[in-house]
């Protein structure tokens, strides 16, 4: 995977990692389903989750930019795995647009900021499978949740959004990702219950 990624020369060497780590823990927890990774950039996430797991039938990569290198990967990892062709859109659209079904595995890898609320905000109200790894913590618009005084804001925005998950009834799994890979390495599961 890491051949294909570096002979296409098209994203940095961060992401592949990034997205490694991610998308096997997010396969640890959860299997199959339709996978839909919001604010996708190159949708690198989305192809090794369905690398990791072929029950996925699927998977849609959005963003409301794509780069214009993401569709260059996308046909290298179609040359090097021939069982993805077909089976990987990319889309250009507000990822508020993007239907959402039931048995979808919602993820998103470093959506700044109020973007990754809008994401956890979409799962719940489809009442899908949801992973996020959230960057960028604004804490003038983040939901600090009163905790402030006790929690680093950033660690407060996520507590709160783990909080958010459990008040609308889903199992809540938290994980770390090595800080060598990303420093912005909290990674938020959820699933209904």
Partial sequence: MGRVVCEAECLPRKELYESWEMARRVRRRFRAGRVVDLAAGHGLLAMILLLLDDSSPTAIAADHRTPPSALKLKLAFEKAWPRLTGRIEMRTADIDLVQLLENDLVVSAHACGELTDRIL?????????????PCCHAE???DLGGLAGWLDSSLAIDVVRAARLRAAGYRVHTQLIPAAITPKNRLLMGDPA
Avoid: E, H, P, Q
Avoid at 121 to 133: E, I, K, P, Q, Y
């Fill in 121 to 133: 905000g979409r799962a719940l109200n489809a009442r899908t499978r949801v992973a996020v790894l």
């Fill in 140 to 142: 003038a618009k983040g």
